[in-house]
């Protein structure tokens, strides 16, 4: 019967038992007859045995099975508050006396059941690598906190993210990152105690967003200077020196901050508005500390019109190809064409990369654009591969796009898929990603080229080059970048370091090519002083293919004498 205790049922069948031990003495003594003295006295007899019998079992039958009931019973309830959560409570006496065993088990279980869930409170709450709060868990407590500050209470929000981190995480491995992402916590949580314990700033709270982010809030700040304050308090922090392992690292970060009520009442507001300080940060030179303003959201809200602008341009097929011959100064030959990206933009017209690359650079959308790029080259050296054209096509390959692991992989499938071969190729990347790139990446190239591509070193001279890891590099040439032989024509010292540069160069054996050259002046000095080849708007403009191959079929301007 639904709701009779254990312990009821067992002093019923106790009773059961006395009753039936007290029938079966009065059958057993019930011998001779009632209404005869000697049969009286013989029922009395047997009915005080059957009572006694009865009493006995009875008794024994409460012992026996009514107080392991009654433990049962409590166990029961112990596990219907487990159920409910409770895991603390003791496990009643009544159980671990009459059923020991059950009383173990039963702790044991819920010891286990409480570690357990709070491994999986922390894993849903923390982040395992620093400890510190996660978003979820962040988000919670500043909202909370929000919801019960003044209307008019100053708060601030910090958005940190680091500047160096990427760096680290490539050169050193994983796990030197995670224990580089670790002691960067420890240090924030250094500065928010520092703050604490000078009654500044209130109780503050620190999170880790997402691989190298972090994020700070402090409730209750005097004004917008003491948020300033402490953001440079961790950029300090942050720019000193860490210990990985024997590694000297000085890894920096970029701070954004947004201050309640000014920037926002809402968490959500006020971690927008602290992102695109952030951001902001890391475009004005990075290792700095940035306030929300309007006209940073202004900004903000132009890139975005961009970023949606060019993934429609990817979905409608509004970008188009042009293309810049690489000519030698002696003999005139064209070596190559650099396909060079234009957008035509159904508002503004034919849009050149300088006024969208940048922000395709800070997005992924960088990489679909590349991979649009690869495909329309490897169809246009396919299709003049049947024209019998000798000229290879050099494209710009992205940091962004190089990152990707299967990227050599996806190129070669875009020149098989078009029936092009890699010599028709030449692989453009920059200074910068010439000298930071890892061995992978070399080793790739080096079976490119194997196969019949050229490399080259695009933008030379912005940057700051190791020789001795440019000659070991797989490289066929390096190009000038613009800003290096602007002044040849003018300027005695811009010769002597060009005239070096190219030296140098052609002593690792790499071809030179100058990029830039807008004047037929500027090639003449070139030529006198070593350089290979010129690419610019004295030898032609970037053309149309149909044009391109029209002028590479003898309509074009000597420049050569």
Not at 83 to 98: K, L, S, Y
Not at 322 to 337: D, K, M, W
Request: hydrophobic fraction near 45%; proline fraction near 2%; charge should be negative.
């Amino acid at each position: 019967m639904e709701g009779i205790s254990l312990k009821s049922r067992a002093i019923a069948f106790a009773m059961c038992v006395g009753a039936g031990s007290f029938i079966l003495a009065i059958i057993a003594g019930g011998t001779g007859t009632i209404n005869s003295p000697t049969g009286s006295a013989a029922a009395a007899n047997a009915l005080v045995v059957a009572i006694v019998c009865a009493a006995m079992s009875w008794a024994s039958a409460d012992r026996a099975l009514a107080s392991v009931a009654a433990a049962v019973d409590s166990a029961i309830k112990r596990l219907a508050q487990a159920a409910h959560g409770d895991f603390e409570t003791r496990t009643p006496t009544e159980v671990r006396e009459f059923l020991p065993e059950l009383a173990d088990s039963m702790d044991a279980l819920f010891t286990e059941t409480r570690s357990t869930f709070d491994s999986i409170h922390n894993l849903a709450m923390y982040d395992p690598v620093t400890t510190l709060a996660n978003r979820t868990n962040f988000r919670r407590d500043v909202e909370r906190i929000l919801a019960e500050l003044p209307a008019d209470a100053r708060s601030a929000l910090l958005f940190v993210d680091l500047d160096n981190f990427k760096s680290v995480n490539d050169s050193l491995g994983h796990a030197h990152g995670d224990q580089l992402l670790a002691k960067v916590a420890n240090r924030l949580r250094a500065v928010i105690n520092a703050e604490e314990a000078t009654g500044r700033g209130g109780a503050g709270r620190v999170g880790r967003l997402a691989g190298d982010e972090f994020t700070m809030f402090l409730p209750d700040i005097a004004s917008t200077e003491d948020g300033q304050r402490v953001a440079q308090r961790i950029l300090y922090a942050l720019g000193e020196d860490i210990d990985l392992s024997g590694h000297s690292i000085r890894v920096g970060a970029s701070i954004g901050l947004a201050f309640h009520p000014d920037h926002g009442r809402s968490l959500t507001t006020l971690m927008k508005a602290a992102d695109v300080a952030m951001y902001h940060a890391k475009a004005c030179g990075r290792a700095q500390v940035q306030t929300y303003t309007d006209s940073l959201a202004d900004a903000l809200d132009v890139k975005l019109r961009l970023e949606r602008d060019l993934r429609r341009a990817l979905t409608e097929s509004r970008f188009e190809l042009a293309f810049q011959p690489q000519v030698e100064l002696v003999g005139g030959r064209t070596l190559s064409a650099e396909a060079l990206l234009r957008w035509n933009h159904p508002e503004h017209g034919l849009q050149l990369p300088g006024s969208f690359i940048e922000t395709a650079e800070e997005s992924s959308l960088i990489v679909e654009i590349g991979d649009w790029v690869i495909d329309a080259v490897a169809a246009t050296a396919a299709r003049w591969e049947k024209l019998g054209l000798d000229q290879r096509l050099a494209i710009n390959i992205s940091p962004r796009q190089i990152e990707q692991r299967d990227f050599f992989v996806r190129l070669r499938d875009r020149l098989a898929h078009h029936g092009a071969t890699p010599r028709m190729l030449e692989l453009e990347i920059t200074e910068g990603l010439a000298m930071t790139c890892g061995e992978t990446v070399f080793s790739e190239m080096a079976a490119l080229r194997n196969e019949g591509a050229l490399i080259a070193i695009d933008d030379f001279g912005t940057g700051y080059s190791n020789f001795s890891r440019l000659r070991d590099m797989p490289v066929d040439q390096v190009k000038l970048d613009r800003s290096m032989i602007a002044d040849v024509t003018s300027s005695e010292q811009a010769r002597a370091i060009v005239h070096a540069v190219i030296g140098l160069i052609h002593g690792l054996g790499h071809r030179v090519i100058a990029e830039g050259v807008e004047a037929r002046e500027q090639a003449d000095v070139l030529r006198v002083i070593g350089c290979d080849a010129v690419q610019g708007y004295a030898v032609a403009m970037p053309m149309a293919e149909h044009e391109f191959l029209r002028w590479a079929d003898g309509g074009r301007k000597a420049l050569i004498a």
